[in-house]
């Protein structure tokens, strides 16, 4: 929930809720908004698939095997995406891609990872673009396991169209690169990391 809120409101939105452990204790959390991918969404339901693809993005960029807080950067080609030149030349590892659309009636997430990053996002605890390495104890053998339901799509230099120059993020990727000849799509996040 912290995420959704993260990626839908803006900076100076919050959300506000209680829950009741099972001890009986009550719990207050607030969550405040910082991309505005949907800022809106507080007074409405999120019906447009534009908005609900790029909220599954973000979401899905900021999903991590291991559970620990890394930070990253997200970009794509919305403004709600923009990044400034110190966050770009702070954040110059691209790990990945990830799109799709986790409120269709029948929701998919995809991710990539770009070759040269993986090592970095490893190294950080971050698995869920290329997928997390697992070794049988038994064989030895290494299998790759995606991130519950994100498909892992391969290199995102297979799978996505050309960098953008200036924010270095995919701009689009094939929808469904199982299947040939499938259409690409433009709602796409990518994550970088620090050096």
């Known amino acids: 929930m912290r995420y959704v809120v993260s990626c839908a409101l803006r900076p100076n939105q919050s959300f ?3 829950w009741t452990d ?3 204790a009550v719990h207050a959390e607030t969550y405040r908004g910082d991309l505005a991918i949907a800022d809106w969404w507080v007074y409405g339901p999120l019906n447009d698939p534009f908005y609900q693809r790029h909220m599954s993005a973000c979401l899905a960029a900021r999903t991590n095997w291991y559970g620990v ?3 990253i950067s997200l970009r794509s080609n919305q403004p709600f995406m923009a990044s400034a030149a110190t966050e770009r030349s702070s954040y110059t590892v691209r790990e990945g891609a990830f799109w799709g659309n986790l409120f269709s009636s029948t929701p998919y997430m995809r991710s ?3 070759p040269a990053g993986v090592d970095r996002a490893r ?6 673009a290329a997928g997390h390495l697992n070794v049988d104890p038994g064989s030895g053998a290494t ?3 995606a991130c519950g339901p994100i498909a892992i799509a391969g290199s995102c230099d297979t799978v996505c169209s050309v960098v953008n120059a200036d924010g270095g993020y995919y701009s689009q990727c094939l929808d469904n690169p199982a299947i040939p000849g499938t259409a690409r799509t433009d709602m796409v996040v990518t994550s970088f990391l620090p050096p």
């Open 123 to 128: 190294a950080l605890k971050r698995d869920c």
């Open 112 to 114: 990539c990872y770009s």
């Open 69 to 71: 807080s890394v930070l």
């Open 16 to 18: 506000s809720f209680s």
């Open 22 to 24: 099972s001890s009986g």
């Open 143 to 145: 299998t790759t396991q």
